[in-house]
Structures are given as structure tokens and as C-alpha cells.
């Protein structure tokens, strides 16, 4: 299972904003059988509908417990941990962006009180490291059991 793409279904499209916010791509695909699965893919779902080989199955209702899930099932994940790199929305990587550019697009608070932004380069959503960034990245460490640390190229401290 190891270096293919991962994707998720509308099943479970919350374990997919988790994944981006570990900086894990992941797509979110519309699948109707499991021969609409490519091959490269390997397809989150909790629709029993369509196991086969390029499927794992979750069977867990709740985002934190198929996070855990997915990580025992896929350990290698542990190594792809990059927090908050990734596009909530797109799944694009983010590019870092000067302070200066970002002046007008975000609150004015918000301006004057961070120095460091990313921006989407397909939809072109800013991000930064504010207060519900903090709060997203202990929910993260409580559910994994982890440290994570922070930004480009991190990764996860298992304890």
C-alpha cells in the first residue's frame, strides 16, 4: 500500500480535512463501484459496498477514531507528517507568502499581529498560524497520541 495516493469518499470526508491538516494529500473522489478506483489509489470508505484491493475500509464513525485507525493500518504515514502544509480545500501544498502581500486579503488584527502566511496556489486561501491553528494541532496531538511539531518538513514525536 505503500506509495500510493490516498482518497477518500464522501464517507468519510472529515478523516480527509484531517489528513490534509497533517499535511498527508488526500483526495476527496466520488466512487461508485470499486472498479472506479484507479490503480495508484488507495481508497478510505466506510461503504462496504466498495471493498476490494485498492480500498481500506474504516469502521469507525467518529473523524478521531479513523484517524488512529488509518494510522495503524498505514504506519508508514507516521514518516508523511507535515502539519498544516497542505490546502484544507484544494489539497495543494501552500507556499509560503511575505507579510506584505497578504495586507487588505486578511482581518486587520490579524495583520498586525502575525508575521507568517501561506497561500493556496489554486484557490488562493491564506493561512496562518492563529488561534484555531493551535487548537487543531492539540486536538491532532491528543488523537495520535503524539508531538507534532511545526511546519515545513515537521513531523510527528511518537512517545
Same mark, same amino acid.
Given at each position: 500500500?505503500?506509495?500510493? $495516493? &490516498? !482518497?477518500?469518499? +464522501? ?7 484531517? &489528513? +490534509? ?8 473522489? !466520488? ?7 484507479? /490503480? ?5 470508505? $466506510?461503504?462496504? @459496498? ?5 480500498? &481500506?475500509?474504516?469502521?469507525? /464513525? ?13 504506519? *508508514? ?14 489539497? /495543494? $501544498? ?18 498586525r499581529?502575525?508575521?507568517k502566511?501561506?497561500?493556496?496556489? +489554486?484557490?488562493?486561501?491564506? *493561512?496562518?498560524?492563529? @488561534?484555531?491553528?493551535?487548537?487543531? $494541532? ?8 503524539? @508531538? &507534532?511539531t ?9 512517545s
Open positions: 500500500m505503500k506509495g500510493k $495516493r &490516498l !482518497a477518500g469518499d +464522501r464517507t468519510v470526508g472529515r478523516l480527509v480535512k484531517w &489528513l +490534509r491538516m497533517l499535511g498527508i494529500p488526500c483526495a476527496l473522489l !466520488a466512487v461508485k463501484t470499486p472498479g472506479d478506483v484507479p /490503480e495508484d489509489l488507495l481508497l478510505l470508505t $466506510r461503504a462496504t @459496498s466498495l471493498a476490494g484491493p485498492r480500498t &481500506l475500509l474504516i469502521p469507525y /464513525e467518529k473523524p478521531a477514531d479513523q484517524l488512529r485507525f488509518v494510522f495503524k493500518e498505514l504506519p *508508514y504515514l507516521w514518516e508523511e507528517i507535515r502539519p498544516f502544509t497542505l490546502c484544507l480545500l484544494c489539497n /495543494e $501544498r501552500l507556499l509560503e507568502i511575505a507579510k506584505e502581500e497578504v495586507f487588505g486579503l486578511v482581518p486587520e488584527h490579524v495583520f499581529t502575525q508575521d502566511f501561506r497561500r493556496c496556489p +489554486r484557490c488562493g486561501r491564506i *493561512y496562518w498560524p492563529g @488561534s484555531h491553528h493551535k487548537l487543531m $494541532r492539540k486536538r491532532l496531538e491528543q488523537v495520535l497520541g503524539c @508531538s &507534532l511545526a511546519g515545513q518538513g515537521g513531523s510527528a514525536k511518537r
